[in-house]
């Protein structure tokens, strides 16, 4: 489906629930009965026979939205697994005559959702056939799920029919995904709810949505359900039947990817739709609690289809990572993304300019000077700014694979990411002509003057001034935490050049200057991973007037340009990560023991790093597409910042309490990386305005007021 047809698909699905079901509350009355014969009238049970997964997942999300448990997933893996050698039954299945419910097993027949208008269960045992058995009666075991549970009698099967080990693994695998999907959209829909909720609920005379408790609540669960979406989607596209099948790695099966897939995103929605369903019951308040509202019977699906994941037998991601040599899957949208994917791996393992010592803060000049000439650099810009014009899909691939590699060109990457864009859009034609070939070319030598002592990432709150003297401006201040700016030939400086306070935002101006301008002094400090960031003291500093990015006064606009760049390189860690968990992967299989075995505590702990580490690339490419586009990214690239920091940070602390003392070493397996990255991981969540802040700016992305 292209996107005119998810968004056709989606309102048909609402309209038909909205018409037949109702909203969430129906749950306590509504019957599954009239929504049967819709289904087959709109096609739902059809789906199996074309493949058509991604439509199957979605109409599972319209689903979640109003709590209704019609299981359609289970018709449209009855029909895959038994359609072909069994028409007939494929037939019936299609009409809604049978109605099967997918077990694993007799014991699961105590516990299963939607059984009044259930016909059949397919037992689909971990060895031997699939058998088909009428339900003769069942029990209602009330509890937390509404509509209830029930406990189905069965009697003898009708049919039995041979399944392989791949079909079964596939059918789980569609069934969880489908659970999966439909538990995250509940708890969206919850999410949307309290977000509007923020908006016009008033105590201590304003709207709640400006407590910062409650913004950055509703700011993580909308990281996390932006994640679960992105994952599924994802999931989707790696499908046998989906447009992304084929892609990625030469030699890895596309079965066992996809799988992976699955794996990764059901992980993910499993404990992201119960985090996003409380948090959206904490903002909701005593409103969410009773029943006349949406949120208590949304609160009941997003739980019972989490606890009726259990029921479905997969194996972990920890399990799939180690059990074989795999890595995580690639992001590539699509064979382009991938084949460009390959082509890069293919320069710079041959070019040797992968390495594995860790070395972040220096680039090599030799290897800036080979990606450049290789035009890497800008490669996404218009082709009359000297860009290749490619998309951003290849530009969050170059910056994963240089973080992977640990090629040593990050600054001259950060150029394009930081600066490059914002030239484009606010700089003269004679700034562009000057600093675009200089960044093409790996040249250009910069440092952000943001941050100073008294405001922090509060760049509304700037003091460092710029006065106007004739033909020119007189700037005076200070700046600190200044990335670089021993090693820099410019500072991207930012200003105050309005007075007047109350403006905050409206009074700052961008000047890109020349680090050897008189009076200015640069101080060097050390941070504990062995960065060395600085203090720039500005003193009477004469700046021309040429050197300001974009109108006086109208800065802002440049520096949310410059900032959502910086933040997507600061989320773009996730590729050092991924060499990271990759590193770790070969020393658990070398070493299994320091993993525990399946179901272990430490096994765990590898299964989230991984897909977290999976939706932090997913939500990198999201931005970045969203840059390139010129679509904006106020809520993209905040979340991928976000999420990439405080995934260095879980990183730095999960690795030692798998291999112990060691970890912390340099001499430790991969060349003491593991223990740097502890080091380093604070960084990530304090560069480019801390994740507290962060998240405050997505808030407001989301319409909170301040």
């Not at 949310?560 to 020393?587: C, I, P, Y």
């Not at 112990?660 to 480019?688: C, I, M, R, W």
Request: overall charge negative; proline content about 6%.
């Amino acid at each position: 489906m292209d996107r005119t047809e998810r968004t056709t698909f989606d309102r048909a699905v609402q309209g038909i629930l909205a018409d037949v079901w109702g909203g969430p509350g129906s749950a306590a009355t509504g019957c599954l009965d009239p929504l049967w014969a819709a289904a087959v009238d709109a096609g739902w049970l059809d789906l199996a026979g074309s493949g058509a997964l991604g439509a199957l997942v979605r109409a599972a999300r319209g689903m979640g939205r109003v709590a209704c448990p019609l299981p359609l997933a289970d018709s449209y893996v009855a029909v895959e697994l038994l359609g072909e050698q069994h028409p007939a039954l494929g037939a019936r299945i299609r009409d809604a005559v049978v109605r099967p419910l997918v077990v694993s097993g007799p014991d699961v027949l105590r516990t299963l959702d939607a059984v009044p208008t259930a016909t059949h269960v397919v037992e689909l045992p971990p060895t031997g056939p699939a058998r088909v058995v009428p339900i003769e009666s069942y029990r209602v075991r009330p509890g937390v799920p509404v509509p209830a549970l029930a406990e189905a009698q069965v009697g003898e099967p009708e049919l039995e029919a041979e399944v392989s080990d791949a079909q079964r693994r596939h059918a789980f695998a569609v069934l969880r995904l489908a659970l999966a999907a439909r538990a995250i959209a509940a708890a969206e829909r919850s999410l949307e709810l309290a977000t509007e909720h923020a908006m016009v609920r008033h105590q201590f005379g304003r709207p709640i949505g400006s407590f910062g408790a409650v913004q950055q609540r509703i700011a993580d669960s909308h990281i996390d359900a932006r994640a679960a979406g992105l994952l599924i989607e994802e999931a989707i596209r790696l499908s046998p039947s989906g447009h992304g099948a084929g892609s990625g790695d030469a030699g890895v099966d596309a079965s066992e990817r996809w799988l992976l897939a699955v794996a990764l995103a059901v992980e993910h929605a499993r404990t992201a739709a119960s985090h996003v369903q409380f948090g959206a019951q904490h903002t909701l308040g005593a409103i969410g609690f009773f029943d006349e509202h949406e949120a208590p019977w949304l609160f009941r699906r997003v739980h019972t289809d989490i606890a009726r994941l259990l029921d479905l037998p997969a194996e972990s991601v920890a399990d799939r990572l180690l059990g074989a040599d795999r890595s995580l899957p690639p992001v590539d949208l699509d064979a382009g993304a991938a084949e460009f994917r390959h082509q890069l791996r293919t320069f710079l393992s041959e070019s040797g300019l992968r390495r594995h010592a860790p070395q972040p803060f220096i680039d090599d000049p030799d290897t800036v000077r080979t990606l450049a000439d290789a035009n890497l650099f800008g490669l996404a810009w218009p082709p009359e700014h000297g860009g290749r014009g490619l998309r951003g899909a290849e530009q969050a691939v170059l910056m994963e694979e240089v973080g992977y590699g640990r090629v040593a060109a990050s600054a001259a990457l950060n150029a394009v990411m930081f600066l490059g864009d914002a030239i484009i859009r606010f700089g003269s034609a004679a700034q562009r002509d000057t600093f675009l070939p200089l960044i093409r070319q790996g040249r250009l030598r910069f440092c952000l003057g943001y941050s100073e002592p008294e405001t922090g990432s509060d760049l509304g709150g700037l003091v460092t001034r710029a006065v106007r003297d004739g033909d020119g401006w007189v700037v005076n201040g200070q700046k600190t935490w200044t990335t670089r700016a021993h090693e820099s030939d410019w500072i991207w400086l930012a200003v105050r050049t309005d007075p007047d306070r109350s403006k905050r935002h409206a009074g700052i101006s961008v000047f890109l200057v020349p680090l050897s301008t008189p009076g200015i002094t640069v101080k060097q400090h050390r941070s504990q991973a062995g960065e060395v960031s600085c203090s720039v003291f500005l003193d009477e500093v004469r700046v021309a007037d040429d050197a300001r990015i974009g109108d006086v006064s109208a800065g802002w606009s440049v520096i949310t340009t410059a900032l959502a760049g910086e933040r997507v390189a600061m989320g773009a860690v996730t590729g050092s990560l991924h060499a990271l968990l990759d590193e770790l992967l070969t020393l658990l299989r070398r070493e299994p023991e320091l993993a525990g075995p399946p179901g272990s505590v430490k096994r765990a702990h590898v299964t989230t790093l991984a897909t977290r580490l999976q939706a932090a690339r997913l939500l990198v490419r999201d931005a970045v597409e969203a840059i390139t586009a010129g679509t904006g990214s106020r809520i993209e690239a905040p979340m991928a910042g976000v999420m990439g920091g405080e995934l260095a940070e879980q990183f730095g602390r999960t690795v030692p309490e798998l291999l112990g003392p060691q970890a912390l070493l340099e001499d430790a397996p991969g060349n003491g990386t593991f223990g740097h990255n502890l080091l380093l991981s604070v960084k990530y969540v304090v560069g480019g305005g801390t994740n507290d802040v962060l998240r405050g700016l997505i808030a407001r992305g989301l319409g909170l007021p301040r």
